[in-house]
């Protein structure tokens, strides 16, 4: 089903393609963007407008910004190997507060984590730099797993010495930070399995576009989940911890369905998978969500936990093929049906909502509040707001 659901708002600002978006947390009508025009611009929902652009890049694209949690006017862009620290309270006329030049090669992604003392950037080298923010010094380089582009990074929620990175490799990698050492290496290539994929899907190997981790202390099951962005079109969902804490069901068609716990909810869903295709073994997976479910017909680029319903819960997707997916990815798909008395019943899906965008999606950012909590940069010079659930 393809909702061809229109955005509520389109701001304007940019003079080229959207790279990357992120909205507030604490102020979530305040969204920032960046560019390849060279820039970064503060945008607010509530008017529609933009409120500063700031220029101080160079010649590089802006690829990645982040927010300094719990004091989200500090901001940090990527741009080339650089990366930037502004004060977003100056306006469009500060000059960077710190320039960070540890990366060998450009940066595709920079993240800071939740206490605002460490900022990792994983570059094109394959390796990830992690910054010290109290002193401005690199405290680590992470180094000799990835063999391809490092493209994405992100702080363990719950481990303050932990990092999780992707690349074009097909790895997923766990770190200790303080040692400088991996701790364990998920290799998404070694169990691709294609016969029951679409063409998208044999096409493009399962390379690590995005990861995405739940924000906050969260309790439960739903503090130490991790999302990946697969070049095959699909979506996986791993414990952090890299481990199967339950068995693995031999049949979801007979007896009752098991629940599963995240945050203050609960519903039918896996206990550690639902597809039972050789694909899907690999250790801690979840759940591996592809064209079966629903899933994109091509890559996928960006993946995140949204800050909207119950935390851990929904993921958004947006991809090559121009489609926003909206899943509850813990709910086991119902099997179709013969009975004839059950035909007119709803089935149940992971996939909640599939927006037809018609642009390719270059990242997707979310608000807590009830409308407008869609924030979505594509390969055009506008950012598009949904309102969804």
């Not at 690349?167 to 770190?175: A, C, E, P």
């Amino acid at each position: 089903m393809v909702d061809n659901s229109t955005p509520r708002i389109k701001l304007r600002g940019h003079t080229a393609s959207v790279l990357c978006c992120v909205s507030s947390v604490s102020s979530p009508h305040l969204v920032t963007t960046s560019s390849e025009d060279k820039s970064v611009c503060v945008f607010d929902l509530r008017t529609k407008t933009c409120l500063h652009r700031l220029q101080c890049f160079g010649s590089e694209h802006v690829v990645s910004v982040s927010l300094k949690p719990g004091k989200e006017e500090i901001l940090y862009a990527a741009a080339g190997a650089q990366v930037y620290c502004l004060d977003l309270r100056l306006g469009p006329s500060a000059s960077p507060l710190h320039t960070y030049n540890f990366n060998s090669e450009e940066i595709n992604q920079v993240a800071v984590n939740h206490k605002g003392t460490f900022l990792a950037a994983a570059d094109d080298s394959g390796e990830i730099k992690v910054i010290n923010l109290q002193n401005h010094k690199l405290f680590k380089t992470l180094q000799g797993v990835h063999s391809n582009i490092c493209s994405s990074a992100v702080f363990h929620p719950r481990r303050p010495w932990e990092v999780v990175s992707g690349g074009l490799d097909s790895k997923i990698v766990k770190w200790d930070f303080s040692r400088g050492r991996p701790l364990h290496v998920v290799d998404l290539a070694s169990t691709a399995n294609i016969s029951n994929e679409g063409v998208g899907q044999i096409c493009n190997p399962p390379f690590v576009h995005s990861l995405s981790v739940t924000e906050g202390d969260i309790p439960g099951e739903a503090g130490k989940l991790i999302a990946a962005a697969r070049g095959d079109g699909g979506v996986d969902v791993f414990d952090l911890s890299f481990e199967n804490s339950n068995a693995k069901t031999s049949s979801k068609t007979s007896g009752p369905r098991k629940k599963a716990s995240f945050g203050n909810y609960s519903h039918g869903s896996m206990s550690t998978e639902s597809n039972s295709e050789p694909d899907t073994q690999l250790t801690g997976r979840k759940r591996h969500l592809n064209l079966q479910n629903g899933a994109h017909a091509s890559t996928v680029n960006h993946v995140t936990f949204a800050r909207f319903g119950e935390q851990g819960r929904f993921l958004v997707s947006g991809g090559n093929d121009g489609f926003i997916k909206l899943w509850d990815w813990a709910l086991e798909e119902s099997p179709p049906s013969t009975n004839a008395l059950s035909v007119s019943c709803k089935q149940s899906s992971p996939l909640l909502l599939n927006i037809d965008h018609k642009r390719k999606v270059n990242w997707i950012s979310t608000t807590s509040t009830a409308s407008e909590n869609l924030v979505v940069a594509d390969t055009s010079k506008i950012v598009s707001i949904y309102s969804v659930l």
